[in-house]
């Protein structure tokens, strides 16, 4: 099992920025992400990043103002969101994978709110 904690959400003006936080502990993971998701809409993959050897991959609608980072002595990866828009608006979780290879995320966060005001 992959235990993660996420945190830095919060209210923030349109063209501001924010840094989310995820921890994980227990079993070792081979990728995190982070996915996001607005009322009324489905779950959208966001930002991932590999930890063996850092490998990022990113949505086009994120591209350029988001940035998926990690912290290996802390076990830790973080979504810094720039430039933020009211669309941004949404839950934002982390999830974890063990196995690169799959599509499958089976280990997610409590979530986060992030709110963006016009």
């Known amino acids: 099992q992959v235990q993660l904690v996420e945190s830095g959400g919060g209210l923030v003006q349109t063209g501001g920025s924010l840094r989310l936080s995820c921890a994980a502990s227990?079993?070792?993971?081979?990728?995190m992400g982070w996915f996001r998701q607005a009322p009324g809409k489905e779950r959208e993959f966001l930002a991932a990043v590999r930890w063996t050897d850092s490998t990022t991959y990113y949505a086009d609608s994120v591209k350029g103002r988001f940035t998926i980072s990690t912290d290996n002595a802390k076990s830790t990866v973080y979504l810094q969101m720039n430039r933020l828009k009211p669309e941004d608006t949404a839950v934002y979780y982390c999830?974890?994978?063990?196995?690169?290879?799959?599509?499958?995320?089976?280990?997610w966060g409590q979530g986060t709110q992030v709110t963006v005001s016009s």
């Open positions: 999830a974890a994978k063990v196995y690169s290879w799959s599509n499958n995320w089976p280990y």
């Open positions: 227990g079993r070792t993971a081979s990728n």
